[in-house]
């Protein structure tokens, strides 16, 4: 019995333990900075790994759905961009500069980590409603 009752924690530790978790589901979208599309693979691989406690699977459920459909929008963005960019200045180049595709993917990214660190710090202040602005998918 003894064993039993040293096993279980107190409500402070589980909190804490659930916000490292969703911490470690929200920073590894962040992975999708180097390698496209990881950031939903390593979000719901972590996500699955974890989600046996309820505030996990509900933060972690949030945080698939912001990197899916900020995925499907960055994908019709950069899509688009050549077709915007061309009906309006009549040109595929911009002067010297980069492509442009490739500065709006640059821009897309600095806006997801924005969104992911801004969620670490909702999650630091000990406040689980991440995302509220984006529906659960699944």
Do not use: D
């Not at 699977?57 to 990197?67: D, M, R, T, V």
């Not at 061309?86 to 492509?99: A, D, E, K, N, T």
């Not at 490739?102 to 710090?121: C, D, E, G, K, P």
């Amino acid at each position: 019995v003894e064993q039993l009752s040293s096993r279980q924690e107190n409500p402070i530790e589980q909190s804490q333990i659930a916000i490292t978790k969703i911490k470690l589901i929200n920073f590894s979208s962040l992975a999708g900075l180097a390698i496209p599309f990881s950031n939903l693979y390593f979000t719901i691989f972590f996500w699955r790994k974890n989600r046996e406690i309820a505030t996990v699977n509900e933060a972690g459920k949030k945080i698939i759905s912001f990197q899916l459909l900020w995925t499907l929008g960055a994908l019709l963005i950069v899509f688009l961009t050549p077709f915007i960019q061309y009906s309006i200045i009549q040109s595929h180049v911009i002067g010297r500069l980069p492509p442009t595709v490739f500065l709006v993917y640059i821009v897309l990214l600095l806006l997801n980590l924005v969104f992911t660190i801004r969620t670490a710090i909702q999650l630091q202040r000990g406040k689980f409603e991440i995302y509220s602005f984006i529906p659960v998918l699944f």
